[in-house]
């Protein structure tokens, strides 16, 4: 297990799923994490268990987006690996395209896309100026198959794929990179939400996603300045 | 007609980035016309530009005053050792109105309670009165933690009374804003852009940061204004200060985006440190001082009068920054800081 001592990990949507187990490896690591969330009552109660920074902000409302970057400056000195993790799937249960509302679908790109591009940009200058830093982007297999009724999800999560990919390309020779990883379907409620009464059984435990998720990371795999990584 | 009123000033703070119009001056006293996206036609391979990473907070608190209930704003001045701050107070009213015109504060005293929003409390813990009654210390009761979190949901951004509408907080950031130390915006990086600064690089100019916590440029009140700038936290990494000084040696050019850089540099004046500067910085620059790093300077556009304008003519003689503003005034550049910008070189 790759020692995270002295790295500074700022991951959104840490109070639940794979944002939280991501949360606990960094820490088991030895690795310094801030932990954003709109929800303040559980943030605040897991980010003591933790040892974890605190941070009360929605990256699907443009307003927080500067709020969230300052504090995690100010709790982390600087951040070395931005987690681009909150997601939704906009109202469950999942519904036909044909169905789909245009406010769902707005919801869902501010949360899973525009959320993460304007959370990037106010965290990549100090990366660029740094000239290292890694972006981090959750993923899903929607984002490349096309299933029914994940319409709005796998648009975003696509987009999301795209949007890291193109960021690559432009900061390649600046030290940054970019990865897009689907940690495959996990044992969480947003799994229970999506496709209610699954066999747990055969979900993968988001705290093994998170592992495999640092561990690819860390490894030498990750030398590519960007890559969509299935785990 | 005044000089002020030959001026045009900026009154949006959409940005026009590379468009925005840049005069040039050199120090010769030559002075050419061109925009903010042809900064890189200007600098050379090997040059050296250091920018400010700052982020700008959202520096106003409204509240009320305890137990009288009175409304009172209160803009941050100068960090203090945590949790103190010293603060500039302001009556009821809001940005609408000129900082010069607004309605005196109630009558504050030791020990005096200020609350805002969400709960976040100050108490008064010093009045400077040989300056003025609004220059206060105050401390806040929280935790550093705790601070953060309810001033990020309580604060706004400082206004300017000339802008047709509201600041947002992004409004207020800069391309490169990182560590939120900033009161007012590190402005002059405001018409920059990523694309710019990748040109210089690929040109051979060769681009560093630090961090300087731009304060109050202005509050309306003279008796404070006299004393502005407050002293203003700086960082500069070692890293920063052996490139500086090796690209000195070379016989580099070292060019600040904005004063505040300049401020910084010349505060740390190139000292053999064993580590990370961070500093507060108290030095005035003014028209005699001798600067011992910066070379040239990228920089908005200010009043006659204001310290900003004390600070050029230490690049540039008064008669040649005269000149040249005159000649930006005619052709109908844009003042303040979401206006126009200069390069002295």
Redesign the interface.
């Known amino acids: 297990m790759k020692n995270l001592q002295g790295t500074k990990w700022l991951v959104t949507g840490g109070t639940s799923g794979l944002g939280l187990a991501v949360s606990k490896q960094i820490i088991l690591r030895g690795g310094t994490v801030a932990i954003v969330s709109r929800r303040e009552s559980p943030l605040l109660k897991i980010a003591e268990e933790l040892g974890a ?4 902000g929605d990256v699907g409302n ?2 927080d ?3 969230i ?3 995690a ?3 982390l000195g ?1 951040v070395d690996y931005l987690v681009n993790n909150s997601s939704t799937l906009g109202v469950t249960p999942l519904r036909s395209f044909m169905d789909t509302e245009c406010e769902t679908i707005e919801k869902v790109l501010q949360v899973n896309l525009l959320g993460p591009f304007r959370l990037s940009k ?1 965290i990549l ?2 990366m ?2 740094r000239k290292q830093g890694t972006v981090i982007n959750i993923s899903t297999d929607a984002s490349v198959s096309a299933y029914e009724n994940w319409g709005a999800y796998s648009v975003s999560k696509a987009a999301l794929d795209h949007m890291s990919h193109i960021w690559s390309e432009e900061l390649k020779s600046h030290g940054v990179n970019f990865y897009s990883i689907d940690p495959g379907d996990m044992d969480t409620a947003m799994h229970e939400e999506a496709l209610p009464g699954s066999d747990r059984a055969k979900l993968k435990k988001p705290d093994q996603a998170a592992k495999e998720l640092l561990d690819f990371i860390l490894s030498s795999e990750s030398e590519k300045e960007w890559e969509r990584k299935s785990l | 007609m005044g000089k002020e009123e030959l001026m045009k000033f900026a009154t949006s703070s959409s940005r026009r980035l590379e468009h925005s119009r840049l005069l040039v001056i050199s120090n010769d006293g030559e002075i050419s016309h061109s925009t903010a996206g042809n900064l890189p036609d200007f600098l050379n391979q090997g040059d050296v530009v250091v920018v400010n990473d700052a982020a700008t907070m959202p520096s106003s608190l409204s509240g009320i005053l305890k137990p009288s209930g009175e409304h009172i704003e209160i803009r941050l001045g100068q960090a203090l050792e945590f949790p103190k701050w010293k603060v500039i107070l302001f009556g009821k009213g809001d940005w609408r109105t000129p900082t010069e015109n607004r309605t005196p504060p109630p009558v504050v005293t030791t020990g005096s309670v200020l609350e805002f929003p969400g709960q976040l409390t100050a108490r008064v813990l010093d009045i400077c009165n040989g300056v003025s009654e609004r220059l206060i210390e105050v401390e806040f009761l929280e935790s550093e933690t705790m601070f953060w979190r309810k001033f990020y949901a309580a604060a706004k951004p400082i206004q300017y009374s000339y802008l047709k509408t509201d600041l947002e907080l992004w409004d207020q950031q800069t391309v490169f804003s990182g560590p939120p130390i900033a009161i007012e915006p590190p402005s002059a990086s405001f018409p920059l852009t990523w694309d710019i600064m990748f040109r210089m690089q690929k040109k051979g100019v060769e681009i560093l940061s630090l961090s300087h916590g731009t304060g109050l440029s202005n509050t309306g009140v003279n008796a404070i204004d006299k004393i502005l700038p407050f002293p203003e936290p700086y960082f500069i990494s070692l890293d920063v200060q052996e490139r500086i000084l090796q690209a000195k040696s070379q016989g580099r050019r070292i060019i600040a985006i904005g004063t505040g850089v300049v401020r910084a540099l010349e505060s740390w004046a190139g000292r053999k440190t064993n580590g990370d500067i961070k500093e507060v910085a108290t030095l005035k620059l003014t028209p005699e001082f001798k600067r011992k790093i910066v070379t040239g300077i990228f920089s908005g556009l200010h009043e006659p009068g204001a310290s900003h304008i004390d600070l050029l003519t230490s690049f540039v003689s008064p008669g040649i920054l005269a000149r040249a503003y005159a000649e930006a005034e005619g052709r109908d550049y844009l003042w303040h800081e979401y206006g126009d910008v200069c390069l002295i070189l």
Do not use: D, F, S, T
């Open positions: 920074k605190a941070i009360v443009k307003e987006i500067y709020k970057a300052a504090q400056v100010l709790h600087r106010a200058p100090g660029i100026l």
